[in-house]
């Protein structure tokens, strides 16, 4: 088990392209997480999947923002025509539930650093 | 809903003393809390979580926490701090919906 991995790890782009994140869940793990994160902030939800069914959304999710989880496995975030304000750290996190028990370990990938110039 | 205040978000202790964090939460629900730390650049590291049972929760890296329903708090501490402590600390909540509410953090200094 490596963790929740992401990437990449940093991305730089124009303003008005599009971008993709993978972010691939600890492999036991059925909920999967991502969340946004800009300087001085905290961690704000987005949304989260549990297998591949996208459960709740933020209102923080616009329509520029899509999120798929297809295989239940790993999750991608697209962001269309880009601006400025979207320049964040974009967190993806993994963890586990069974029944009406979640086992709250959630596991937080490394992140990935957005750049919008 | 679910909500957190984390008081102060820059503090500086000397290495050795006392590091004390203050987070308190509103949910309308019984709440999780959790501490997380986050260095330069990198992911969250959970540091502890309440969930049920005992109030008083240990952590690693010699941190603890003490989940006070009646002031409506989740204070971190750690006796002495490290050079090494210095990072962003987090402090979150998560009711039913299962996902994570973050304050704003806390930065800590330590100095030599």
């Known amino acids: 088990d490596t963790g929740v991995s992401q990437n990449p790890r940093h991305k730089i782009t124009k303003r008005g392209q599009n971008v993709t994140f993978r972010c691939d869940p600890i492999s036991e793990h059925n909920r999967l997480y991502w969340y946004r994160q800009t300087l001085g902030q905290g961690p704000e939800f987005l949304t989260y999947?549990?297998?591949?069914?996208?459960?709740?959304k933020s209102r923080l999710l616009s329509d520029r923002f899509s999120a798929e989880r297809p295989k239940g496995s790993f999750s991608t975030l697209e962001i269309q025509r880009t601006e400025q304000g979207d320049s964040a750290m974009y967190l993806c996190?993994?963890?586990?539930?069974?029944?009406?028990?979640?086992?709250?370990?959630?596991?937080f990938g490394s992140g990935t650093r957005l750049t919008v110039v | 809903a679910q909500s957190v205040t984390q008081l102060g978000s820059h503090v500086s202790v000397s290495e050795g003393a006392l590091v004390l964090l203050r987070c308190n939460y509103s949910s309308s629900v019984p709440p999780y809390l959790f501490w997380y730390v986050q260095y330069p650049n990198q992911g969250l590291q959970l540091l502890l979580k309440y969930t049920t049972g005992a109030t008083l929760v240990k952590g690693i890296n010699g941190f603890e926490a003490e989940f006070k329903k009646s002031e409506t708090s989740f204070h971190l501490t750690k006796p002495s701090a490290h050079m090494s402590d210095a990072a962003e600390y987090f402090c979150a909540v998560s009711g039913r919906a299962d996902k994570l509410i973050f304050g704003t953090g806390t930065r800590l200094q330590v100095f030599p």
């Open positions: 996190a993994s963890s586990h539930r069974k029944g009406v028990t979640q086992d709250y370990g959630y596991t």
């Open positions: 999947f549990q297998n591949e069914a996208q459960l709740e």
